[in-house]
Nanobody, 124 residues
C-alpha cells in the first residue's frame, strides 16, 4: 500500500506559476503510475495529468495542455505537477493518485490510492 502527501498549493495571481509535489511512502512506488486530479466546488473530479511508471510517457488534459507538465523522480518517490500561466479556472483542490493496473490511468476508477489534496486558488 502507498501513502501520498501533496504540497505546493496556495493563492496566486493569474499568470503565475506553481509546482505541486506529491511524495509517496510505501514500497515500490516506481511500479505505480501516478496522476493528478482536480476538483472545483460543485464540479466533478477530473484528471489533469498522468505519467507512466518510467516517466517516459504522459497524458495531459486538453484544458491544461501547453501550460501544465507532469514529471516524476523515482529516486525521491515524488511526482510533480508544474503549472504555468495559471488562470482563475484552474482554482481547485488538486489530488495526487496512484494506480498499478494501467500503462497510463485516465479514469478516476483506475486509481486505488489518493492523497488528501492541496488547494490552489488563482485570483484574477
Amino acid at each position: 500500500q502507498v501513502q501520498l502527501v501533496e504540497s505546493g498549493g496556495g493563492l496566486v495571481q493569474a499568470g503565475d506559476s506553481l509546482r505541486l509535489s506529491c511524495v509517496a511512502s510505501g514500497p515500490l512506488f516506481s511500479t505505480y503510475g501516478p496522476g493528478w486530479f482536480r476538483q472545483a466546488p460543485g464540479k466533478e473530479r477530473e484528471l489533469v495529468a498522468a505519467i507512466s511508471r518510467s516517466g517516459g510517457s504522459s497524458y495531459i488534459a486538453d484544458s491544461v495542455k501547453g501550460r501544465f507538465t507532469i514529471s516524476r523522480d523515482n529516486a525521491k518517490n515524488t511526482v510533480y505537477l508544474q503549472m504555468n500561466s495559471l488562470n482563475p479556472e484552474d482554482t481547485a483542490n488538486y489530488y495526487c493518485a496512484a494506480q498499478k493496473t494501467r500503462f497510463l490511468g485516465t479514469r478516476r476508477y483506475e486509481y486505488d490510492y489518493w492523497g488528501q489534496g492541496t488547494q490552489v486558488t488563482v485570483s484574477s
